[in-house]
């Protein structure tokens, strides 16, 4: 289902308040899903540590939430923006597809956590709808 007006300014709201905290929400998203989903810590085995608190999870998890927010940026072109992170996971990190809709379980169980007042029931279902357009954007190069 396409994203509405009404939820693109949703999404666009709600962004500009997560996008300033990109490290700190990234690796709570990124490292609820390691916890949660024990299978998704195969493609991070080479980090030290994958807890929360690691350098490594926040490091990747800024780029996670860096990714969405250009993907925000261009809300309207999200599938040329993720193109080449596309690629990149699936011809050289040979991720799962599968595991992006995880992430993007985790990311708004974050979003709702840091920003509860502003997380209403509408700005949920835009959010999901974004992340599940950005999901489908990076398994493009996987058809």
């Keep these: 289902m396409p994203l509405t007006d009404a939820d693109k300014k949703h999404v666009k709201s709600i962004w500009s308040k997560a ?35 690691s ?3 926040h490091v990747h998890g800024k780029k996670i939430f860096d990714a969405l927010t250009d993907a925000v940026n261009h809300i309207d072109d999200i599938t040329g923006a993720m193109s080449a992170l596309s ?3 699936a011809h050289t990190l040979r991720v799962d597809p599968a595991n992006f809709k995880v992430l993007s379980h ?7 956590l840091y920003f509860p007042a502003d997380f209403t029931p509408e700005v949920h279902l835009a959010c999901d709808k974004f992340l599940a357009e950005v999901s489908y954007a990076l398994a493009a190069k996987y058809r």
């Excluded at 709570?28 to 390691?34: D, K, N, P, T, V």
């Excluded at 985790?106 to 709702?112: D, E, P, S």
């Design 87 to 89: 690629t990149k996971h």
């Design 106 to 112: 985790t990311i708004l169980v974050v979003l709702a």
């Design 19 to 53: 996008s300033g905290k990109a490290e700190e929400l990234g690796a709570q998203a990124l490292g609820r899903m390691l916890d949660a989903f024990p299978n998704t810590k195969t493609y991070f085995s080479h980090y030290s540590d994958l807890s929360v608190e």
């Design 55 to 57: 350098g490594q999870v």
